[in-house]
């Protein structure tokens, strides 16, 4: 029996993390998954209950689990000179350092280009932002008023787990090729052992292809053609901002999904914020929360060699494909009419 975790997160996560557990119940139901549901609090609700947006009490619950959905955490809701606000460290604190997103076009939904099939893995524990908080920054310095200081660290074990994690998947997809981001002339060090270990887990892997891109080279390519990319790997700040380029070219956040794994736990999160100003008008798009958690129960299954959860998220994957080709139960901004729990209902109905 799998035990997941669910953490509303605040604004519009009230909204989408529900569709996402009502879409994943359905799914288990059909192939017969067993999983034990628990809630927990964050966000909002974690500061009202016990005065902090991640309590202790949730990170000692989350520890018993084998993973969560977490809604997005709003920026709004807290007073800015309470120390207690902060975005909460889940990441950091269980050791979730490969960020998956895919980001995947299709033919009825506007987008920059199409056959778009990429996966980038972002390292999310280094880095510029690798601090337990964002109240100082991450790694930031300001010895006086003049001057501010901005530190980034990389690290063997760090680089090497993200990269086996990229040619794990790669090995599964049909291009089956790493494309390891970084801008090692440069930065010699820091960017540099990132790129080393890349290349010494690429000899791992003789039926991966691997090629290595620097940054600002690979914001280029990826706009102009994407289909020439298949698995891409970076560290922390790179993919931030890279992964959104990529969902921009396949139609925006509402279609960015996201897994952050560890080695035995995985956190379903969607890129998009809590966007508090659609909040409670149940418009919110669904998409990205629930392919977060096809995303979860397809990593639990892997991992577990569980063939339930595997085919669990294989019909979350197909329904999700028909929806959207239907075109008759979609969301605002994916050009159609339906409400949030609407467009829900219509993956479970075909599940």
């Known amino acids: 029996m799998l035990k997941i975790g669910i953490l509303l997160g ?51 619950e989350l520890e018993q689990l084998d993973g969560w959905l977490c809604g997005p955490i709003g920026h709004n809701a807290y007073p800015r000179n309470d120390p207690t606000w902060i975005m909460p460290p889940v990441r950091k604190r269980f050791e979730l ?25 972002r390292e999310v524990t280094e880095g510029f932002q690798s ?6 920054g991450a790694g930031e310095f300001r010895p006086n008023d003049d001057i501010s200081i901005g530190s980034r660290v990389v690290t063997r074990k760090g680089a090497n787990r993200v990269a086996r994690a990229a040619f794990e998947i790669a090995r599964t997809r049909k ?33 991966v292809k691997f090629n290595e891109v620097l940054v600002d080279g690979f914001a280029m390519k990826v706009t102009m053609n ?24 396949v139609g925006g956040l509402g279609l960015a999904p996201g897994l952050v794994c560890g080695e035995t736990q995985a956190m379903a999160q969607a890129t998009h914020g809590s966007a508090p100003d659609i909040a409670g008008k149940n418009i919110a798009n669904p998409y990205a929360l629930i392919m977060s958690g096809q995303m979860l129960l397809e990593w639990l299954g892997r991992k577990r060699n569980d063939a339930k959860a595997v085919e669990a998220a294989a019909l979350i994957d197909r329904a999700m494909d028909k929806v959207i080709a239907e075109q008759k139960q979609l969301t ?8 949030t729990t609407q467009m829900g209902d219509a993956v479970v109905a075909v599940i």
Request: glycine share 8%; proline share 6%; net charge negative.
């Open 175 to 207: 291009m089956k090729l790493v494309t390891s981001v970084h801008k090692e002339p440069t930065y010699r060090l820091v960017c540099g052992m990132f790129a080393e270990e890349c290349r010494k887990v690429a000899k791992e892997f003789p039926d």
């Open 10 to 60: 605040d604004d519009i996560g009230l909204e989408v993390v529900p569709e996402a557990v009502k879409v994943m119940k359905a799914a288990a139901a059909k192939t017969g998954l067993a999983i034990e549901w628990s809630d927990h609090a964050i966000g909002l609700r974690g500061h009202q209950l016990h005065g902090h947006t991640f309590p202790l009490q949730t990170q000692t």
């Open 131 to 136: 601090s337990d908080t964002v109240v100082a």
């Open 332 to 339: 605002p901004d994916l050009g159609g009419k339906a409400s």
């Open 97 to 121: 350092y490969a960020n998956i997103k895919p980001v995947k076009s299709y033919p009825n939904i506007p987008s920059v280009h199409k056959n778009v099939d990429i996966v980038f893995l």
């Open 226 to 249: 994407p289909l020439q990319f298949d698995v891409v790997v970076t560290t922390n700040q790179f993919g931030d901002i890279l992964t959104d380029l990529g969902a921009g070219i």
